[in-house]
């Protein structure tokens, strides 16, 4: 029997870690699931805990999902493959794959699948949104096509962390920004540092990030030395804290990536951004109705977008870390087993524990 599949005689029981609307964290024991012929089984190596599953955890929705039973978490994940299903041609047993947790119709009837903006896909199986359950498992059958086999110089915590870099990429993408631009970008978690990560690479000149942790900063400035770095500070306005970043930054900022979907950092996203600048909103707020200072934006044209997760970004992220443009391995800080949930998701949800990006490992 390979090294690869002894695992499941070694580990005959599938581990998962759900939530329920009771706010409970569990970890669920269930039999191997059997991968269907376009599927292959994975061993789940490593998964990465989101700001999403914490607050599906704390809060039991984000939005109109609605935790309503025992629902598994997590889709930051990456694994080996240790079964095929029949009609699998592209992968073999023992390849290091990154999970891409959303899977579309990819029907031709379906007009966002057809025209490649498969994230809008209203059929999508988003692995960890409700109803379906996530990958933080030890095994998880997948479709085959999305599935991305990962090099030998990407390893499986990196390759978790390619989910939260995808939703990075797809913003610089989507927001437009090119060499030279000046930046801010408004939090700096675990996707702000990935969007620092990336924006460093993609050429952004001169850089601001801000943060209410100053922890959080010097990260920031340590991975990115040129980043120049703003602490938030509440008793502020916006318009004050705006101030901040302009004068940090030398100017007013083309383009702002908020990466928190707190309001009051719109806001000073919103003042701190030229006439026909950009505010892109990537982070989810807790709140599903927000006010932003309307007429300033409208009297200087300041257009702001928001993103829906991501699309063809997997590909790219492989490349950027594979090639060593973009370094991911300082951004885990805390490491547990599938045992510890209940541990690991206290150290990503307590900010005393100044965690970056916590994962769950299972050897």
């Known amino acids: 029997m390979s090294s690869v599949t002894e695992v499941l005689t070694r580990k005959p029981t599938n581990l998962a870690v759900a939530t329920n609307p009771a706010h409970e964290l569990k970890v669920l024991s269930s039999d191997v699931p059997e991968p269907g012929p376009e599927q292959c089984l994975v061993h789940v190596r490593a998964t990465g805990i989101c700001g999403s599953d914490v607050h599906f955890w704390k809060h039991g929705n984000i939005g109109d999902s609605v935790i309503t039973k025992d629902c598994g978490l997590g889709h930051e994940s990456a694994g080996v493959v240790v079964k095929t299903g029949s009609n699998v041609q592209g992968l073999k047993v023992g390849d290091r794959v990154a999970i891409e947790a959303g899977i579309p119709c990819s029907k031709p009837t379906c007009d966002f699948c057809r025209t490649g903006r498969y994230n809008g896909c209203p059929n999508m199986i988003f692995y960890s949104s409700p109803p379906v359950d996530g990958t933080l498992r030890r095994y998880h059958a997948h479709n085959e096509a999305w599935l991305h086999r990962i090099p030998d110089n990407i390893s499986y915590e990196e390759g978790a962390l390619l989910e939260p870099l995808s939703v990075a990429l797809a913003g610089i993408e989507r927001s437009g920004l090119r060499l030279g631009d000046p930046l801010v970008i408004c939090g700096a978690g675990p996707i702000g540092i990935v969007t620092l990560l990336a924006a460093n690479a993609a050429g952004a000149a001169p850089i601001v990030i801000t943060d209410l942790d100053e922890s959080r ?104 870390v594979s090639e060593g443009l973009i370094d991911l391995k300082p951004l885990v800080t805390h490491r547990f087993t599938l045992e510890q949930a209940q541990e690991a998701f206290e150290a990503a949800s307590t900010p005393a524990a100044k965690a970056i990006k916590v994962q769950l490992l299972d050897d």
């Open 217 to 320: 900063l010097k990260v920031a400035k340590s991975l990115v030395p040129r980043v120049r770095t703003v602490k938030v500070e509440m008793e502020k306005s916006a318009e004050d804290i705006a101030l901040d970043i302009k004068t940090a930054l030398g100017q007013e900022a083309k383009l702002v990536i908020e990466c928190t979907g707190v309001e009051s950092s719109i806001h000073s996203a919103v003042y701190a951004t030229r006439f026909g600048g950009t505010v892109f909103i990537v982070g989810v707020g807790s709140k599903s109705m927000q006010r932003y200072p309307f007429m300033h934006a409208s009297f200087r044209e300041i257009d702001i977008r928001f993103q829906f997760r991501y699309m063809e970004t997997y590909p790219r992220a492989i490349s950027l």
